[in-house]
């Protein structure tokens, strides 16, 4: 079994947005997400650097869709979660929640 990866936080957020999306998960509506959700902007070079490393890692697998008329004949990149995804989504979530375990009251402050 492959060693789990570790994720830093933007890496946490592409994988929780690619999951979320679950078919649908390409470059757009993963930035969409990510921005909506976390209230920050996400450069577009920033994101698929972030989906490419998480290829290299192992965490995420690529495939292209079907080229579409309206992107000019040009096809769909489409992202999912691999198994070791998933475990290292897992492991970061934990360890987060490790982390932050007893800080309610300080972090759920206005």
Same mark, same amino acid.
Do not use: W
């Given at each position: 079994?492959? !060693?789990?990866?570790?994720? =830093?936080? #933007?890496?946490?957020? %592409?994988?929780?947005? %690619?999951? /979320? &999306?679950?078919?649908?998960?390409?470059? %757009?509506?993963?930035?969409?997400?990510?921005?909506?959700? *976390? =209230?920050?902007? %996400?450069? /577009?070079?920033?994101?698929? *650097?972030?989906?490419?490393? $998480?290829?290299? !890692? =192992?965490?995420?697998?690529?495939?292209?869709?079907?080229?579409?008329?309206? /992107? @000019? =004949?040009?096809? /769909?990149?489409? #992202? *999912?979660? *691999?198994?070791? @995804? &998933?475990?290292? &989504?897992?492991?970061?979530?934990?360890? $987060?929640?490790?982390?932050? !375990?007893?800080?309610?009251?300080?972090?759920?402050?206005?």
């Amino acid at each position: 079994m492959a !060693k789990t990866p570790y994720l =830093g936080e #933007f890496e946490y957020a %592409v994988m929780l947005a %690619v999951i /979320r &999306l679950g078919d649908e998960a390409y470059g %757009v509506p993963i930035r969409e997400l990510i921005e909506a959700r *976390t =209230g920050r902007p %996400v450069a /577009r070079g920033a994101l698929y *650097t972030g989906l490419e490393r $998480l290829e290299i !890692k =192992g965490c995420l697998r690529s495939r292209m869709g079907d080229p579409m008329p309206e /992107r @000019g =004949g040009r096809a /769909r990149r489409y #992202f *999912t979660a *691999t198994p070791l @995804g &998933l475990r290292a &989504l897992r492991s970061t979530h934990a360890a $987060l929640s490790n982390l932050s !375990k007893g800080l309610e009251a300080i972090l759920e402050q206005p």
